[in-house]
């Protein structure tokens, strides 16, 4: 089956500073990723779509230029949470599929923890 | 608005059966995903229906009705390893996956 990446799979950083997050799809060309978060015990919440090569579709209520989103090849996209607070310490999670398959593959996840 | 609706928790006996249903009001009909999460992990893929009727997977079987819009997952044969939230998720007219807050199993032995 299709395989997801994520690195890093857990990072502690400090508020104010940015964090990068990569999300790879290994053996196929993703056409389309999409970033999540989750809080504990609380379901997926889509954040964004990211199609290759063009800008990314941001879900209402999510700050686009606090969780910047590229997604510049068919196998990576990054997610970078800028000046990051507390309250951004979440679960994040990708996904990745191309255009004619209905299965979207997720990544392991990264556990994010501002202090 | 969007809504799909499952149960926040169920518990269950090893070796028993379980269905957890899930209903669901969105723009459009494009398939529906069951996915299993452990605790602290991603999701990972259960099952895919987007014609009416049960599809069997092994120990795990969906089913799906349209016109109800409504749909379960049946696990039989519990383990213990099958203690874990399930989400239940539906494409709309727009490829977009609206997902449901999640059951959490909890088997008990």
């Known amino acids: 089956g299709a395989v997801v990446s994520q690195h890093p799979s857990w990072v502690i950083c400090k508020s104010g500073t940015s964090v990068k997050i990569e999300c790879r799809s290994l053996?196929?060309?993703?056409?389309?990723m999409f970033w999540y978060r989750q809080f504990p015990k609380q379901s997926l919440m889509l954040m964004a779509t990211?199609?290759?090569?063009?800008?990314?579709?941001?879900e209402q209520g999510v700050e686009k230029d606090k969780f910047l989103i590229n997604h510049a090849s068919l196998t990576l996209s990054t997610l970078t949470v800028t000046s990051a607070h507390p309250e951004d310490s979440s679960f994040y999670i990708c996904?990745?599929?191309?255009?004619?398959?209905?299965?979207?593959?997720f990544g392991p996840g990264t556990r994010l923890t501002v202090t | 608005g969007q809504n799909i609706d499952q149960p926040t928790e169920m518990t269950a006996t090893e070796g028993a059966i379980v269905q957890i249903n899930c209903t669901y009001q969105?723009?459009?009909?494009?398939?529906l995903f069951w996915y299993q999460q452990h605790a602290g992990e991603a999701p990972t893929f259960l099952s895919y229906?987007?014609l009416d009727g049960l599809e069997e997977k092994g120990r795990f079987s969906s089913f799906l009705s349209r016109s109800k819009g409504y749909s379960y997952l049946l696990l039989k044969e519990l383990q213990m390893k099958d203690s874990a939230s399930y989400l239940c998720?539906?494409?709309?007219?727009?490829?977009?996956?609206?997902w449901g807050a999640g059951t959490k199993l909890i088997i008990k032995p």
């Open positions: 053996d196929f060309q993703a056409t389309t």
């Open positions: 969105t723009s459009g009909f494009n398939g």
């Open positions: 229906n987007v």
């Open positions: 998720a539906v494409r709309d007219s727009n490829y977009q996956l609206i």
């Open positions: 990211s199609n290759e090569g063009s800008k990314a579709t941001y």
């Open positions: 996904s990745a599929k191309w255009t004619t398959d209905y299965e979207q593959y």
